[in-house]
Protein backbone atom coordinates (compact mmCIF):
# COMPACT_ATOMS: atom_id res chain seq x y z
CA UNK A 1 0.00 0.00 0.00
CA UNK A 2 1.36 3.66 -1.20
CA UNK A 3 1.04 6.75 1.21
CA UNK A 4 -1.42 9.05 0.20
CA UNK A 5 -0.09 12.06 0.85
CA UNK A 6 4.38 11.02 0.18
CA UNK A 7 3.24 8.12 -2.48
CA UNK A 8 6.02 6.08 -0.85
CA UNK A 9 5.53 2.37 0.31
CA UNK A 10 4.18 2.03 3.73
CA UNK A 11 5.89 -0.83 5.34
CA UNK A 12 3.91 -2.75 8.16
CA UNK A 13 0.27 -1.15 8.53
CA UNK A 14 -0.71 2.53 7.82
CA UNK A 15 -1.60 5.12 10.07
CA UNK A 16 -5.20 6.79 9.70
CA UNK A 17 -5.53 10.23 9.87
CA UNK A 18 -7.51 13.36 8.90
CA UNK A 19 -6.51 15.58 7.06
CA UNK A 20 -8.63 18.86 6.47
CA UNK A 21 -11.59 16.76 6.92
CA UNK A 22 -10.39 13.97 4.48
CA UNK A 23 -9.27 10.56 6.19
CA UNK A 24 -6.31 9.09 4.71
CA UNK A 25 -3.74 6.27 5.13
CA UNK A 26 -0.51 7.67 5.54
CA UNK A 27 3.02 6.41 6.68
CA UNK A 28 4.90 7.17 10.16
CA UNK A 29 6.29 10.04 8.10
CA UNK A 30 3.68 11.83 7.09
CA UNK A 31 0.88 11.17 10.04
CA UNK A 32 2.11 14.57 11.54
CA UNK A 33 0.24 15.88 8.86
CA UNK A 34 -2.96 15.18 10.41
CA UNK A 35 -5.11 13.83 13.37
CA UNK A 36 -5.48 10.26 14.34
CA UNK A 37 -7.83 8.46 13.78
CA UNK A 38 -9.05 5.72 16.50
CA UNK A 39 -11.76 3.90 14.81
CA UNK A 40 -12.87 5.02 11.27
CA UNK A 41 -16.54 4.37 12.11
CA UNK A 42 -19.17 5.77 9.82
CA UNK A 43 -21.39 8.70 11.20
CA UNK A 44 -24.75 7.21 11.11
CA UNK A 45 -28.08 9.48 10.04
CA UNK A 46 -31.12 8.97 12.17
CA UNK A 47 -33.87 9.00 9.98
CA UNK A 48 -37.32 9.84 11.97
CA UNK A 49 -40.44 8.42 10.22
CA UNK A 50 -42.09 10.75 8.20
CA UNK A 51 -45.63 10.69 7.54
CA UNK A 52 -47.39 10.04 4.16
CA UNK A 53 -48.60 13.42 3.10
CA UNK A 54 -51.21 12.47 0.13
CA UNK A 55 -51.29 15.36 -2.06
CA UNK A 56 -54.77 15.79 -4.17
CA UNK A 57 -54.23 17.41 -7.36
CA UNK A 58 -56.91 19.73 -8.58
CA UNK A 59 -57.39 20.13 -12.14
CA UNK A 60 -56.60 23.74 -13.60
CA UNK A 61 -59.19 25.97 -14.40
CA UNK A 62 -59.11 27.23 -18.15
CA UNK A 63 -59.14 31.15 -18.54
CA UNK A 64 -62.17 30.61 -20.21
CA UNK A 65 -64.30 28.49 -17.90
CA UNK A 66 -64.06 31.58 -15.73
CA UNK A 67 -65.16 33.56 -18.39
CA UNK A 68 -68.53 31.42 -19.58
CA UNK A 69 -71.45 34.14 -17.97
CA UNK A 70 -69.31 36.72 -19.27
CA UNK A 71 -68.96 36.03 -23.20
CA UNK A 72 -72.12 36.32 -25.14
CA UNK A 73 -72.81 33.83 -27.70
CA UNK A 74 -74.56 36.47 -30.28
CA UNK A 75 -71.57 38.95 -30.23
CA UNK A 76 -71.60 38.69 -33.79
CA UNK A 77 -74.95 39.79 -34.04
CA UNK A 78 -75.02 42.56 -31.79
CA UNK A 79 -71.94 43.95 -33.54
CA UNK A 80 -73.47 43.26 -37.21
CA UNK A 81 -76.41 45.55 -35.56
CA UNK A 82 -74.89 48.34 -34.28
CA UNK A 83 -72.43 48.95 -37.11
CA UNK A 84 -75.66 48.61 -40.02
CA UNK A 85 -77.16 51.25 -37.09
CA UNK A 86 -74.29 53.60 -37.32
CA UNK A 87 -74.25 53.38 -41.05
CA UNK A 88 -70.73 51.57 -42.01
CA UNK A 89 -70.10 49.28 -44.17
CA UNK A 90 -68.54 45.27 -43.63
CA UNK A 91 -65.99 46.27 -46.38
CA UNK A 92 -64.49 49.60 -44.14
CA UNK A 93 -65.22 49.30 -40.61
CA UNK A 94 -64.73 51.56 -38.31
CA UNK A 95 -64.94 54.38 -40.74
CA UNK A 96 -67.97 55.57 -43.28
CA UNK A 97 -67.54 54.47 -46.60
CA UNK A 98 -65.92 57.04 -48.56
CA UNK A 99 -66.86 56.35 -51.79
CA UNK A 100 -64.14 54.20 -52.69
CA UNK A 101 -64.78 50.35 -53.82
CA UNK A 102 -61.50 48.55 -52.10
CA UNK A 103 -62.11 46.16 -49.44
CA UNK A 104 -60.90 46.53 -46.03
CA UNK A 105 -58.40 43.19 -46.88
CA UNK A 106 -57.42 45.26 -50.19
CA UNK A 107 -56.32 48.67 -48.03
CA UNK A 108 -54.48 46.42 -44.90
CA UNK A 109 -52.56 45.09 -48.41
CA UNK A 110 -51.27 48.10 -49.82
CA UNK A 111 -50.51 49.73 -46.32
CA UNK A 112 -48.18 46.67 -45.85
CA UNK A 113 -46.46 47.24 -49.47
CA UNK A 114 -45.49 50.76 -48.55
Known amino acids: MDCEICGSEIKGT????????????????CAHYGKPQDKW?????????TEKVIVTYKPKRDAFDKLDDEINPDYAQIIRKAREAQGLDHRRPGS???????????????????
Do not use: I
Not at 41 to 49: H, I, L, Y
Open 14 to 29: PTRVTVEGTVLDVCSK
Open 96 to 114: KDDGESHTYQEDRARRAHT
Open 41 to 49: TPVSRKMTP
